[in-house]
């Protein structure tokens, strides 16, 4: 046996007990306790303050039955952060059984995201093919089940830009030519410069004539939301992951075809995301609705920078403020112009 050889079997050998160790510890979790009365925890959070509280023998063993739990959760944890990191380096180990396990976490409600994260990191196949079926789970916790799309999403981010990259040649193209143009991605305005050319501004009314719908939209587009990715997950709404999976599918104005948006409607259905149509069609016509409006929303930000309130471009501010789009780009538009011409 070469060097190499007993290194890789060593660590073999040590992944293998890891993987056992994780076996027992969730084989010996104490049953999940059910919910308190809030006149209990209460009580519970009194009793880590003062340890000589008396208390009931029915809350001595609420109070045992939950630090038994906790304590083996916390082993649980311990195996699932000591797996990661032998995966983080390389160490050779069963990525199915360490899959399998992970899943079975998730399952008994203990793992603290590490057991996501270790199919995460276990990648291709065993790690995605285990969150797929998590997603689809409706017997796993939604904060589960959320932070699980996330990383399928992004394990199955290659292939989103695998199709990206395909030319668009026989599908049908869903924007305007004229936005097809734009080279901004889906930011839909420019990097603020010196003095904008007129060709420049020529462009910008060109783009937003073309990306105004011809009617009033029944619900503001693009939708609103001011909360942050990470620290408000919870209410974190639909739409934006489904755009989590659009952004590296359709990342620019010229890759907006009703073919990839139906096949995003697609994807986002495996990843378990709520998308608002069950029919494929209306999907792709309200997204390619919306990514004009994201274009169209920048193009009006990139005007109010410029400091152009020409009339045309306040007219075109008015006019979007009619069909409800971009709303507060054209309202800041508008605010400003009023502003500069007062002063």
């Known amino acids: 046996m070469t060097h190499d050889e007993e290194y890789a079997e060593a660590h073999r050998g040590r992944t293998t007990a890891l993987l056992d160790e994780l076996d027992a510890a969730i084989a010996a979790l104490p049953p999940k306790p059910g919910p308190w009365p809030d006149e209990l925890e209460d009580l519970w959070d009194q009793a880590q303050d003062e340890p000589g509280l008396p208390l009931t023998d029915e809350q001595r063993q609420h109070f045992a039955a939950r630090r038994a739990r906790w304590e083996a959760s916390s082993r ?3 195996s699932l952060r000591s797996l990661r990191k032998a995966v983080e380096r390389g160490e050779p180990l069963d990525p199915h059984q360490a899959a399998a396990l992970a899943e079975r976490c ?34 796993v916790n939604e904060g589960d089940r959320r932070e699980a799309r996330e990383w399928l999403a992004k394990l199955r981010e290659p292939q989103y830009k695998k199709r990206a990259a395909l030319p668009v040649d026989g599908e049908e193209l869903l924007l305007p030519e004229v936005v097809r143009d734009l080279t901004t991605g889906r930011a839909g305005g420019w990097e603020i410069e010196n003095e904008p050319t007129p060709e420049r501004l020529a462009q910008a009314r060109a783009v937003l004539e073309a ?31 489904v755009d989590m999976v659009l952004q590296p599918l359709v990342p620019d104005a010229r890759s907006v075809t009703r073919e990839r948006l139906i096949w995003a409607w697609s994807e986002c259905r495996r990843l378990g995301i709520d998308v608002e149509e069950t029919n494929p069609e209306a999907f792709a016509e309200r997204w390619a609705a919306r990514i004009a409006a994201f274009l169209a929303r920048g193009m009006l930000d990139w005007l109010w920078r410029e400091d152009c309130f020409a009339p045309w471009a306040l007219d075109l501010a008015t006019r979007y403020i009619d069909r409800n789009v971009a709303v507060p780009e054209a309202t800041r538009l508008l605010t400003e112009a009023a502003e500069a011409g007062a002063r």
Do not use: C, F, K, M
């Open 211 to 241: 990306l105004l719908p011809d009617n009033r939209l029944a619900s503001q587009e693009p939708p609103a939301w001011g909360g942050d990715w990470l620290e408000d997950a919870e209410d974190r709404p639909a739409w934006l992951e």
């Open 106 to 139: 998730v399952h008994a409600g203990v793992g603290g995201h590490h057991h996501i994260w270790l199919l995460r990191d276990l990648g291709r196949p065993y790690g995605e093919q285990a969150l797929a079926r998590l997603v689809q789970d409706a017997s």
């Open 76 to 78: 649980v944890q311990r």
